[in-house]
């Protein structure tokens, strides 16, 4: 999956739930690549996850395909900094 076919607009403060149904974190941001999701609350850190590991958006959130270790594993590869851009531009 990719920008172009998410079947839902995302939006920030979407909660992003992995394929177990489990809660990730929170949407703060998302370019054509990968979601910028934030976990946690005193001390939120914030990590990308590819938009190829979303199974669908819809009402209740973004879910992933995937487990939330592995989010987190993929999410480490990429630093936000890294990516293009504001990152909170690319949502409609």
């Known amino acids: 999956m990719d920008a172009r076919t ?6 920030v403060g979407m909660n992003v739930y992995d ?5 990730v974190g929170r ?5 054509a690549w990968d ?4 976990q946690g ?3 939120p850190t914030e990590f990308a996850v590819p938009i190829a590991a979303v ?6 959130g973004v879910w992933l395909s995937l487990g939330h270790d592995e989010a987190r594993r993929l ?5 936000v900094e890294a990516l293009p851009g ?6 409609g």
């Open 41 to 43: 609350v005193f001390f």
């Open 86 to 91: 504001d990152p909170a531009l690319a949502l």
């Open 19 to 23: 394929a177990a149904g489990d809660k």
């Open 55 to 60: 199974d669908r958006v819809d009402a209740d």
């Open 35 to 38: 979601l910028i999701v934030e």
């Open 6 to 11: 998410l079947q839902a607009p995302l939006l």
């Open 75 to 79: 999410g480490e590869d990429v630093p």
């Open 27 to 31: 949407l703060v941001g998302a370019d």
